[in-house]
């Protein structure tokens, strides 16, 4: 009898996976970075470069042969692309790419983020600022400078013209750090530099090079925490980490609440918005699980809806499928699908 419920067991988590495997099509192997969705192109960042497919990844040609590809950004017509070298722009769908790094004094591209007609990249030495399509680059800090009995702290502060607020005894705003990841919405902007926290501008980063204009919003979010991605719709924002916790912020980053159903001991890597819907992409390191999860109600419980066990990198969504890209190479499946079988 004890060996019929160990088969039953195992028959059941081979089915249920291959359900939640089956819809999924994988179209590409190889370690793939980063996506990006311009018009009916495909851009996918590897350390081969990046690759173009115009047929929803069932084709795909090297366009670019730069190493390292890791972040892209999509303004308009321009495609920009981040490496280990600087910025890359392409305005003719990927035919062509130009080197545009004026201003840069760090190279080593982390991520982007699009406010407007304003182009941000974090480096591995702050954020930089062009609004010029990549033409120039200006440093707008967000850097932290630690005091010898201060070396790995991480505290969330905001940047607020205008305010009252100081920064902690122990900190200076300075031009340092690495910065993981990037969000931008309207004129705020959300960072998380690399053992130090964190931080929004609701200025499009003015302030960030104001001393007395920082306050420190950290209430419920633990100050070892390496924001991986962010989600920012109305006042919630989703924090996404590198751990096993992940949070929640009804209140535009006052406080926060880590999110309990569906997405506990989670590790996220990547996050995307289709409309009220949020996908996120998962490390199976910590629960051995990984693969993709889908919030119907802004961030506040998740459900599962495939790639189980696969490290998953980047989520793109157009009008017809979800893609997904990781350490197993590409995958898409059907977004009507998807949203079918959460409503179900």
Known sequence: MKYLVVFLLLQFLIINNYCLQAQWVQTNSGVIYCLALSGNNIFAGSSRGVFLSTDNGENWKQVNNNNNVQAFAVSGINIFAGTGSGVLLSTN????????????????????????????????????????????????????????????????????????????????????????????????IFACIKWT?????????????????????????????????????????????GSSNNFLSTNNGTSWTEVKIGLNNISLKCLTVSGNNVFVGADPFWDGIGGIYLSINNGISWSQVGLTYNNVNAISVSESYVFAAGADGFWRRPLAEILGVQKN
């Open 93 to 188: 769908n990927g035919e062509y790419w130009m080197q545009v790094n004026n201003g840069l004094t760090n190279t080593t591209i982390t991520s982007f983020a699009v406010s407007g007609t304003n182009i941000l990249a974090g480096t591995a030495n702050g954020v930089f600022l062009s609004e010029n399509n990549g033409k120039n680059w200006t440093k707008i800090g967000i850097q932290i400078k630690h005091n010898d009995n201060s070396l790995t702290p991480k505290v969330v502060f905001f940047s607020k013209k205008n305010g009252e607020g100081q920064p902690t005894k122990n900190r200076l705003i300075q031009h340092n750090d690495d910065v993981l990841s990037i969000q931008a919405k309207g004129n705020d």
């Open 197 to 241: 926290g964190t931080y929004f501008s609701n200025n499009n980063g003015t302030s960030w090079e104001k001393i007395g204009g920082w306050k420190k919003i950290s209430d419920g979010l633990p100050i070892d925490s390496f924001v991986e991605c962010f989600h920012l719709g109305g006042n919630n924002i989703l924090a996404g980490t």
